[in-house]
């Protein structure tokens, strides 16, 4: 039987395209400080919360673990709440990439440039919002970066968050490809359970935020990009696809 051939790659972002993560908590604990709230995340804590896949639903459900009795009598106002402490939240982390605080990982843009000069489509698929995506790429590829992807799913486009496959089935349906045409490539438990579910094959490259996940069903676990090639990216896909 022929091999499907590889036509292209789907990025995660937070900790895939960029370990983002110790910027994320630092702006989370801004936005805390901004609204009065007595609440400080360390990376301990941030590690565990991360297996809430969203901002606000990472807020939501740490509020109502040091407020067991939260009740949301008027929901309303608790999601004002929340989309107050997310609005101060992106700001300080756009601030941040702006300053030079977070960078591409190893690898990435050398793969990205390799697929593109080879004819493979690239996409996006991430529970980050929008803001956060442009900030982080616009710093590191220039202002044209968006001319790199063909699509790009994320908090805006999927409201059902990884490990969901939600945003992995629209950038499948947005590429025109079968789900064995592509690769995904994740940094985190929910986000392979995510792509695997959409029936994508998944390379992983962990962070140490992610290093304690259950990757079983990963593709290949690796440290990070820098030692990953075109070739051989096709050659495991080659390997699963026969």
């Not at 962990?206 to 069903?217: C, E, I, K, L, N």
Request: with cysteine; aromatic share 6%; hydrophobic share 45%.
């Amino acid at each position: 039987m022929t091999a499907t051939r590889l036509q292209a790659l789907i990025f995660d972002v937070d900790g895939t395209l960029a370990d983002t993560e110790s910027a994320h908590c630092a702006a989370f604990n801004h936005a805390f400080a901004e609204m009065g709230l007595d609440w400080a995340w360390d990376d301990a804590l941030y590690t565990e919360l991360l297996n809430i896949s969203g901002g606000k639903e990472r807020i939501l459900h740490y509020w109502k673990t040091v407020q067991p009795a939260l009740r949301e009598v008027d929901a309303m106002a608790l999601q004002d709440t929340i989309n107050r402490l997310h609005e101060l939240k992106t700001a300080a982390y756009e601030s941040a990439v702006n300053d030079g605080a977070v960078s591409l990982r190893p690898g990435v843009l050398k793969l990205m440039d390799e697929a593109l000069s080879q004819g493979l489509q690239l996409s996006i698929a991430t529970t980050t919002s929008p803001v956060n995506i442009a900030a982080l790429l616009r710093r590191a590829v220039g202002s044209d970066w968006r001319l790199n992807f063909t699509a790009i799913g994320d908090a805006s486009t999927a409201p059902l968050k990884k490990p969901h496959p939600q945003v992995y089935l629209q950038m499948l349906a947005a590429l025109g490809l079968a789900s064995a045409q592509c690769l995904a490539l994740e940094d985190s438990g929910n986000g392979l359970r995510s792509a695997t579910a959409a029936g994508l094959a998944t390379l992983i490259t962990p962070t140490r935020y992610t290093a304690h996940h259950d990757f079983s069903g990963a593709l290949r676990v690796v440290p990070d990009l820098s030692q990953v090639s075109l070739t051989q990216l096709r050659h495991w896909h080659a390997h699963i696809n026969q």
